[in-house]
């Protein structure tokens, strides 16, 4: 009976080494000012570390009125920071007195990779049933259920994109993973698209300018991507019954 009990304490560990990947060597944070009955919320990141850092960030505000009519939009950019320096990525202001429920969720990548995150929630109601797994917040408390990145680069690059998310939503997966569609350039003019689930590559192939075989790879990447969630709630469950 030993060896289910040092499985589950591998699993543990790998957990919180995961979670010591981000907000370590930068930081994001949205901070919040309120004058009168505006709010602003501004985005920033550090660097804590001695290096010089070239990044990329995205700040994406997902929006819910009444009628559950949802919008999502997204600002990013490439920025660098030098040595210990804080600096704004970005700033918006809301009515402090909408009744809409809205998430900000501040991204930063160094070479594709997640290394700080932070979300910012006016407005929602959280109904968590009792017997709900802790594991559908991330290990540093932030909330990352259905999000779906992008970083494509060509006219291929973002038809896919749109297929694939107009299909994650469709399907509401929801996962409680990042997922993130990538787009780098090959050999001549050519590029590959990634779908990836934090590091682990999902499904990438070749871009082509083809709407019904970018079509085509959204809906293999899609099932790939449920399969993925679906095996991980079942080892979750698995390991739970030890």
């Not at 790998?14 to 060597?25: G, H």
């Not at 994406?60 to 320096?85: G, H, M, P």
């Not at 075989?213 to 979750?236: G, P, W």
């Amino acid at each position: 009976m030993m060896k289910p009990t040092f499985l589950l304490l591998l699993i543990l560990v790998s957990q919180n080494a995961t979670a010591q990947l981000t907000n370590t060597e930068v930081t994001a944070k949205i901070k919040t000012e309120t004058v009168d009955e505006m709010i602003t919320a501004v985005a920033t990141a550090t660097n804590t570390t001695k290096v010089y850092k070239s990044l990329r960030y995205t700040l994406t505000v997902f929006r819910t009125d009444r009628q559950n009519n949802s919008t999502k939009n997204i600002q990013e950019a490439r920025f660098t920071l030098e040595t210990n320096e804080t600096k704004e990525l970005a700033r918006g202001t809301i009515s402090s007195e909408t009744p809409d429920k809205i998430i900000v969720l501040l991204l930063v990548f160094e070479d594709n990779k997640i290394i700080a995150k932070d979300r910012l929630a006016f407005n929602e109601q959280t109904k968590k049933p009792s017997n709900e797994k802790d594991d559908e917040l991330s290990n540093d408390g932030i909330e990352l259920k259905g999000i779906v990145v992008e970083d494509t680069k060509t006219k291929p690059g973002r038809d896919f994109y749109e297929f694939f998310y107009n299909s994650y939503s469709l399907n509401q997966i929801n996962g409680n993973k990042i997922v993130g569609v990538y787009e780098t350039l090959s050999f001549g003019r050519t590029t590959i698209l990634q779908v990836k689930i934090e590091d682990v590559v999902i499904h990438q192939f070749i871009g082509k300018p083809d709407l019904e075989y970018l079509e085509q790879m959204s809906k293999i990447a899609i099932r790939k991507v449920f399969k993925y969630f679906k095996d991980l709630e079942k080892q979750k469950d698995d390991i739970f019954q030890y």
